[in-house]
């Protein structure tokens, strides 16, 4: 079982920045891939950044340049750092963990809203 929350939302203006982090308990934090998924209202949750226990990342295309995911190993912790916040990144961001052998295990946090004014 691995338990995450989510801490770091809130209200910025556009052009602004925020650092989202999730804490993960459980044990064989190294075993999961770690993400970053958002969901605006009445739209699919989706794909923003994800971060193997080596380093290894991808993002999606609207966040390339922006967005940085970093994780700590020691301190199972999964950071965002959000820069040049648009309008258009108001949404529900939610951390999970995926394992890597068994990707149908994964995990959800409970959420932070993120909101960007105009």
């Known amino acids: 079982q691995v338990q995450l929350v989510e801490s770091g939302g809130g209200l910025v203006q556009a052009g602004g920045s925020l650092r989202l982090s999730c804490a993960a308990s459980g044990s064989a934090f190294g075993l999961y891939v770690m993400g970053w998924y958002r969901q605006a209202p009445g739209t699919q949750r989706e794909l923003v950044a994800i971060i193997t226990s080596g380093g290894g990342t991808n993002y999606a295309d609207s966040v390339k340049g922006r967005f940085t995911i970093s994780r700590d190993n020691a301190r199972h912790t999964v950071d965002l750092q959000m820069n040049s916040l648009r309008p258009e990144d108001t949404a529900v961001y939610y951390c999970?963990?995926?394992?890597?052998?068994?990707?149908?295990?994964?995990?959800w946090g409970k959420g932070t809203l993120v909101t960007v004014s105009s």
């Open positions: 999970n963990a995926k394992n890597v052998f068994h990707p149908d295990i994964d995990y």
